[in-house]
Structures are given as C-alpha cells and as structure tokens.
C-alpha cells in the first residue's frame, strides 16, 4: 500500500496533527473521528506538517530528525504505548528503533535503522543536557559536553532521567505507527514532510558536527538564508547552519539518506521543503548582520537523489518537491531527472503573466495542486482581501462555474485540473477565514502554530458535500 497513492488520482486534505489535538493533545478517538470523517468524504490523501519534537512550537525547526514527537499524543496514550522496561534499555544503548513493531517503507531502508536508533539516544541525551543549562546552546556547555564523543556513555546519575525521556520516546513511535495503522485500514496515505535546513542548537548538529560547516566551539560558521530580492531588500537570514557536503558525499550521503528513512518510516510519502536546496544554497557568513553578503554554494543534489533512489528501489520516488519560488533551470533539471512532481499554488495563479505554472490552465498531470499552504492566508481571507469587482470576476472567470461562495469555486479548480494529486487545506474546506490562519511567514505571532479545528466542524453533511465534488472530478 505505501507508495500506492503515486498512481492514484486523488484527493485529500492539509492538516497538521496539532490542529485536531486537544489541550493535552491528540487521542484515538480524535483521530479515529478524523479518519472516518475522510473516509466517508472520499479523501484519499492527508498531508501533515514535519512531527519531530519542534524546538519551540514552528514544526520546521527541529531538534532531531529521527524521533517523533512525543508532546503531540495525550498522556494517556502515551501511557498506553509505553514498551517494555527491557526494550527501553536496549533502546538506551541504541539497538532497538521501531521496537520491531513496523517496517521502513522499502527493504533498501533498513539498513539505516541502527543509524535512527543511535541517533534517538542522541537527541535523549542532548535533552538531558539541555535540561541543566537551559538558557545555552550546546556550543556554551562546559567543554565536555559540548562535543558529542561516539563512546559517550550514559551519565550514571541522569540514568532515570534518560530512562523516562527512552520510554516515552518510544511510547510516541508506537502511537504514531497506530495512527498510520487507522489511517491505513481506511484507504487512506500520509504524506509528510521533510525539512531542508535543522536548527543550530539541536541534536543534529551536536551529534554530528562533522556534517555540518562550524567553528571550533559548534556554533554555525556559515548559516542560511535567501539573498535580496523583490521583497527584502537585504534578504532573508535564517540562522539554520549549513552542511558540510563533501563530508557528506564522502559518506555516501548515509546520515542524509537516515533522515529521509525515518521520514518513510512514517509516512507514504514525503514533502521535499525548500526543494530548491538540494541543488544549491545560499550560505551567508554568521558574522554578517544580513543576506546581502551571502553566495550560492552548489549543492551535489543529482549524488544524493542517485543513492537514494536506489534505497527506494527505483522510480517513481516518493516524494514531492517543494519548488516554491523563484526556481532556476538548473533546480529544474534536477527535478526532472528524478521524476520529483512540483507544487501548484492557485492563489498565485492569478496575476495575469504568460507562463506562470500555478494557473488553472496550466497545471500539469504529474503535479501537486492546492488551493493554498501552511503559510498562505486562507482562501476566504485571500479572497476577502481582493477589493477590485473587476479583478474578482477576472478570476471567476478561470474557475468552474459555481453558485456555491468561495472557497468552493477554487476547489473546484484543484480537484477539476489535470494535476494528479488536488490537496485542500483543512480551513478551506470548512470554508473558514483569517480567523483559521495557520502561520504567518517571517513573524514571530502568539497565534502562528496553534490554530485547531473547531470542536464539531468536521460534520457528516460536509462529508457528503466533499465526497459528491470528488466523485464528479474522478478522485478516489
């Protein structure tokens, strides 16, 4: 069933775990209701945002990329998966991953299983030290901690700490593979979402430093952004460090090719973010204050696409490609050589420009259509914010007739265009506005992360309403 989805024509929807979570977090029941509520609307596909423990609440910035995060279950789930006191001390000294309870998606993957399971213990032993000294990066710990020694052992006095953070770890896992288990007795695929760059001060990095391009004490020497354009006019500086890819090539690319392993571990698929990476980046010294005095630095994506293709066993590849923006040929080229499907937008369809790839018109069969994103306002806000008469009935006029009120005529385009897969953010369909934005790009906001479907919103009529466009636009 995992890569099944490649050849369907389907529909589905954007939501990210944390919108159908209650206070305390997502429980079975939550996502039993979610699942048949897809089900009976005829939604094939549901495409989440990254589930590794978030440093702070932005799901894109991670602390490792090889656990999940165990704050998005309810503790009282959590203490139903909680594993055997033996499988968590072999856990402990990094022999025990998915507690042999589910597979990776293709046999060439596993391999990469015991590189997951040392990198678990890694990110529990970071937290554990990240716990004493709060208000540090790792790169300000005492010396002897700053720097992560393959023979580390488990500090004897944390042994308890560690012990707890190994089960409930594992105790996430073990929930997270039920989800996929409901989601899967349904008919239903989980595409994910794999971030580009990782946070400076996270397991990662300190577990890995020789991937990464650092000064001596572990901060970034280099980080990354984007440089000046239309927008900003001193470009856009992220922090995120940047990788040392001949180290990584000397490798083979292994640790790379682990993340993306557990990454297909938990989903059927897998969103490629900020695609246009993995052929080149732009790298901006730490000391600079902007992006201004940043470069493109190439990128061997073309090697790492070649090995892991040959660990999914072949094309097509699982995965999407992130390819927002402003993208070259060269990102192009590498794109196509492996087969990867893009991203239409059809609220940047509109501006009226020959040749832009998000209109109605000229979305492509193997495509990944939406109305809007994670970080784009909802397609009610979208469309409130339009004040031109003449503008709107401009764009009317590119979509499906319809005498339901918007969103639906842009749904209509989605699942009425070529594009293979039509993916409609949950606010959309509950035809919602401003007040359900999910994040807002480059700002720092209380209500970035932490919106949540309202209580009863996911009612059987919508099903029905959901289920009847699907069947007329032959997806299923």
């Not at 206070?23 to 897809?38: H, N, Q, Y």
């Not at 989800?179 to 760059?197: Q, R, Y």
């Not at 590849?317 to 060269?330: K, N, Q, S, Y």
Request: with cysteine; charged share 20%; net charge negative.
């Amino acid at each position: 069933m995992v890569r099944e989805w490649l050849e369907r024509r389907a529909a589905g929807v954007l939501l990210h775990p944390t919108a159908l979570a209650g206070d305390d977090g997502l429980t079975e029941a939550r996502v039993r209701a979610f699942v048949a509520w897809m089900a009976q609307a005829g939604l094939r596909l549901w495409q989440i945002l990254p589930i590794h423990p978030p440093r702070h609440v932005s799901p894109y910035e991670c602390v490792t990329s090889f656990a999940v995060n165990e704050r998005l279950f309810a503790a009282e789930w959590l203490q139903r998966t909680l594993p055997p006191q033996e499988t968590v001390e072999s856990a402990l000294q990094g022999e025990v991953w998915l507690s042999g309870e589910s597979g990776l998606a293709s046999p060439g993957l596993a391999p990469f299983a015991p590189v997951i399971a040392r990198e678990r213990v890694k990110y529990a032993l970071f937290c554990y030290y990240a716990h004493q000294f709060p208000d540090r990066p790792f790169w300000a710990w005492p010396p002897d901690l700053a720097l992560f020694r393959e023979d580390e052992q488990l500090p004897p006095e944390a042994r308890g700490w560690l012990t707890a953070k190994m089960a409930r770890l594992l105790a996430a896992e073990r929930a997270w593979q039920q989800v996929l288990a409901l989601v899967h007795e349904a008919g239903i695929w989980v595409v994910g979402d794999l971030p580009f760059f990782v946070a400076a001060n996270s397991a990662d990095v300190w577990g890995n430093r020789a991937y990464f391009l650092l000064q001596s004490d572990g901060s970034p020497a280099f980080v990354a952004g984007v440089p000046p354009d239309y927008f900003s006019a001193s470009g856009q500086r992220w922090g995120n460090p940047q990788y040392d890819w001949g180290m990584l090539r000397e490798t083979e690319f292994g640790w790379w090719r682990a993340r993306l392993a557990a990454q297909l571990s938990w989903c059927d698929g897998v969103r490629l973010d900020h695609f246009r990476g993995y052929q080149a980046v732009w790298s901006i010294p730490e000391d600079a204050p902007t992006a201004e005095t940043g470069c493109w630095v190439p990128v061997p994506g073309d090697a790492l696409f070649a090995r892991v293709r040959t660990d999914c066993g072949g094309e097509p590849l699982p995965f999407i490609a992130e390819d927002l923006g402003i993208i070259t040929d060269e990102v192009r080229a590498l794109q196509a050589a492996f087969h990867l499907p893009g991203i239409s937008v059809l609220q940047f369809g509109f501006d009226g420009l020959p040749g832009n790839p998000h209109a109605p018109h000229a979305i492509p069969e193997w495509q990944w259509v939406m109305t809007g994103t994670h970080d784009n306002a909802t397609t009610l806000e979208w469309w409130n914010g339009i004040e031109d008469g003449g503008y709107r009935e401009w764009i009317l006029a590119q979509l499906p007739h319809s005498d339901d009120p918007m969103p639906w005529p842009m749904i209509d385009a989605a699942l009425a265009s070529r594009a293979r897969w039509a993916v409609i953010p949950i606010a959309d369909w509950l035809g919602l506005g401003a007040e359900a934005r999910f994040n807002v790009p480059g700002t720092v906001n209380e209500r970035n992360w932490r919106w949540r479907v309202p209580e009863g919103a996911l009612r059987v009529e919508l099903a029905q309403r959901i289920r009847d466009r699907v069947e007329r636009f032959a997806r299923g």
